[in-house]
């Protein structure tokens, strides 16, 4: 009979601690991606863009990938702290999961995430402004709630630094409001712009077709201009924390994540000159625009011809 060497914790307890290793290898291919996509923004970025919108896109790219970067050594350095520094903890190292946000590294994951939160928040109302085509009247709810959620993450870090704090996941008081705002805010500004976006699909491919109308409202571009990863994403970590699931283990550090990468991608395609602006919709149905269009597209065709009669 082979002897076991299995530790002497509850098959519930290994699972979580399972879904907790499995989280961060997760995070870290998230992270993999984001490095991928910032050496494409900068190495794509347009010269045509102005030195000003240079200066705000890197620096914005800079700010996410760093609070990107810190959240995943924090997540490290917890696996570092419950299973080889402070193993022995009285109860098992799944008791550092519950009180993780006391840890020096807890607080500054925490706090980072809802700086990230708040800029990534933002900028999703910046998109939403420009897309709906400098609407003013359109994000006064947006700014309010986010500045509400700004309220709630302060009392979020505050209870989480207090001296003798017992802030965990399950301090549903604060943590659920925050949480409830902060996704609720995310799940609003992407349903106005793909809003804004169908309905200007609908009227482009009413009138063009669909060749003048894939570079900004296909499909894809549509997911990721209104940043939908963020809002599928943090939907899924909010069912898991209310429903007490362990998969909210993984699901908030995939969300902490895919938190910074989103308004990468809007920015990728920024640097590329794909990103929606204010005037693409009466650019391309102007007189002008359907002229450049319509000129591309006889173009394209003559040059399909030309290859296939070679």
């Known amino acids: 009979m ?32 984001h490095v991928c ?7 794509v970025s347009r010269d045509a863009m102005s030195t000003k919108l240079k200066r705000l896109l890197s620096c914005g790219v800079f700010l996410l990938f760093a609070f990107a970067t810190i959240m995943l050594a924090c997540q490290a350095n917890l696996l570092e702290v419950m299973w080889i520094d402070e193993r022995d903890i009285p109860g098992g190292p799944i008791v550092w999961i519950g009180i993780q946000y006391t840890l020096k590294s807890g607080v500054l994951t925490l706090s980072i995430f809802v700086v990230a939160s708040f800029l990534a928040d933002s900028f999703l109302i910046l ?71 169908l309905f200007a699909r609908r009227s482009v491919l009413s009138i063009m077709g669909s060749d ?7 499909l894809s571009a549509m997911f990721v201009e209104s940043s939908a ?64 269009c319509a000129s591309k597209q006889d173009s394209a065709t003559s040059t399909r011809s030309n290859d296939a009669s070679v």
Request: some cysteine; aromatic content about 10%.
């Open 37 to 43: 996509v910032i050496v494409l923004i900068f190495s």
């Open 212 to 218: 003048h109308a894939k570079t900004y409202i296909s």
């Open 2 to 33: 082979e002897q076991s060497f299995a530790p002497q914790e509850s098959s519930s307890d290994l699972w979580t601690e399972r879904i907790e290793l499995v989280g961060t290898i997760v995070e870290g291919v998230v992270y993999g991606m």
């Open 127 to 197: 998109r939403l402004f420009v897309i709906w085509n400098n609407n003013y009247y359109i994000i006064i709810i947006p700014c309010l709630s986010n500045i509400a959620s700004a309220i709630l993450r302060g009392f979020v870090i505050t209870q989480s630094i207090h001296p003798n704090s017992s802030f965990t996941l399950g301090s549903r008081e604060t943590v659920v409001p925050y949480y409830v705002l902060t996704i609720s805010l995310n799940i609003i500004l992407t349903l106005g712009i793909l809003a804004r976006l």
């Open 229 to 292: 990863l963020t809002s599928i994403s943090g939907a899924f970590a909010l069912a898991c924390y209310i429903r007490n699931s362990d998969l909210v283990h993984l699901a908030l550090v995939l969300y902490d994540q895919i938190l910074c990468l989103a308004p990468q991608l809007v920015a990728l395609r920024v640097a590329l000159g794909r990103a929606w602006k204010s005037d693409t919709i009466s650019g391309q149905m102007s007189p002008v625009g359907f002229k450049q």
